[in-house]
């Protein structure tokens, strides 16, 4: 009993720690405020593009909806740290109904980590969606209870078609030195450690729809030559930990992504804090994870070589794709 008692006394402790230190180091780069946003969608339109936080981006047409990733739960930092996290149907119901996809006939996963793949099944039983996405997150789809057959396991190169939407499959890195880089071989029954969600390999997609060309790199890391020949008009760019990585890699990465595609417009994503709830303004990550300021100091020097608009998105806002 007194044992107990201590233990509870200890993680209590542990907690408080945790979160007094995540606090510290979680002051919100400021600066955040003084990027250029991205300019909203207004009027009709033939396609809206809205990101949700993390690499988390719908698209609709009125007729059809796709998502990537469908991640809405953001576990706290207590949650991720000491114990074990699972899809929060609550918050996928309000997130859902404040976005409304009609007709959501697709997610596609970019990698097994939680921040990616733990709420797709969920998203994906609510909605009547199936979930596109590796062999891990097919095991994730599983463990969650999605009917098999309503997931699809991708290879590089694939291409898959929804109304006027064609979503062209692509493997690329994940960022460099991230945590639990291997695979998951069964069925992941949630609630689970963050590390059981191990990444099982990385995509990134093209979406064409009618003429747009929107490239969708979840993840900071390139392959030298794996966009020749692609053409994409916006690509929706994966800056996490971007900040920590050297101009050199910066400059291959943005020369891999957005001058090999010809994009004009670039938003960055997965650059939010996503340890804090989808209903509160969305902050960059602390440093102790990234350092989003390096990372757009490294960006916007090359943006304006290149005659490229580099836009930060409002969360849940249509963007103005023509901008
Ligand atoms: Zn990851």
């Known amino acids: 009993m007194r044992m107990n008692r201590f233990l509870t006394g200890a ?54 909806a796709i998502m990537t990733d469908g991640f809405f739960t953001r576990p706290s930092v207590a949650q991720v740290l000491l114990g074990k996290v699972q899809s929060d149907d609550r918050v996928i119901d309000k997130t859902l109904a404040r976005i409304g996809p009609q007709n959501l006939a697709a997610i596609f996963v970019a990698h097994s980590h939680y921040d990616h793949a733990m709420d797709s099944a969920a998203v994906a039983v609510k909605t009547g969606a199936s979930v596109y996405g590796s062999a891990s997150t097919a095991n994730i789809m599983r463990g969650a209870g999605l009917p098999t ?66 490239l969708v790199i979840a993840s900071g890391n390139y392959t030298p030559g794996k966009f020749q020949g692609v053409k994409a008009d916006v690509v929706f760019l994966g800056i996490g930990t971007l900040g920590k990585q050297d101009e050199a890699f910066a400059s291959n990465y943005w020369h891999e992504t957005v001058e090999q595609t010809g994009a004009k417009l670039v938003i960055p994503i997965h ?53």
Request: glycine content about 8%; aromatic content about 10%.
């Open 11 to 64: 993680a209590l402790a542990a907690l408080a720690g945790c979160g007094i230190l995540y606090g510290a180091l979680s002051i919100p780069s400021l600066a955040a405020q003084s990027y250029p946003v991205a300019q909203r969608a207004t009027g009709k339109r033939d396609l809206t593009v809205r990101f949700l936080g993390t690499a988390t981006l719908a698209f609709d047409d009125g007729t059809t």
């Open 149 to 214: 057959e309503r997931t699809t396991v991708f290879e590089d190169g694939d291409t898959y078609a929804f109304g006027t939407f064609r979503v062209q499959v692509f493997e690329t890195p994940h960022s460099p030195h991230a945590k639990f880089p291997g695979k998951i071989d069964e069925p992941l029954h949630q609630p689970a450690r963050i590390s059981e969600y191990q990444e099982g390999g990385n995509y990134s997609f093209l979406v064409t729809h009618g003429k747009r060309r929107i």
């Open 271 to 323: 650059w939010d804090d996503f340890m804090r709830p989808l209903d509160q303004p969305f902050r960059p990550l602390p440093r102790l994870l990234d350092n989003f300021d390096n990372g757009m100091r490294m960006l916007l020097p090359l943006a304006a070589r290149d005659g490229v608009k580099l836009r930060l998105p409002e969360a849940f806002a249509p963007i103005d794709l023509d901008q």
